[in-house]
């Protein structure tokens, strides 16, 4: 009886040359339920890499560049406005105007400028007593002058 109770040597069913001692680090799955790893293809894998990074920076730049086009365009009109306004600062006028009403810029037949309070269309029955109608004009808070309407080439 004691040769039965004799402990029975271990015998482990499973072949060692088929199990791996560290699993986690081979580089395909190691279980049914595994993940299913893929060698990668390094070039294609950089290929599309590069690819998205140049549509993202193509991108940015046409959004920068849409954004220079704005910028430019609004430093025309700031030049354009101290242009006009050089000029009305210059143009005689017989009374203080008032910020955020509308005048009408004239020019004589001497060539000097004229700021009027009165438009085109509202001369009486004796007319306008200017050679043409340059603009009508807008005072802005800044003491710059807005033009609202330029003379067309009917008017000149």
Known sequence: MKEEKKEKEFINPIDPDKIAENPHLLPY???VGGAV??????????????QAMQEQ?????S?????IKLLAMQAKKLQDRVS???MIYGADMNFKPLINHIYHL??????EAVLSMVGPDEWGWAGHKFHRFLATVKLLADHTWEILKEAGPEEE
């Open 29 to 31: 799955a190691h279980t």
């Open 37 to 50: 790893i893929k060698p990668m293809d390094k070039g294609r894998a950089k290929g599309l890499s590069v």
């Open 57 to 61: 920076t193509k991108m940015q730049l």
């Open 63 to 67: 959004q920068i560049e849409e954004q």
């Open 84 to 86: 006009v306004s050089e």
């Open 106 to 111: 004239y020019q004589r037949e001497n060539g």
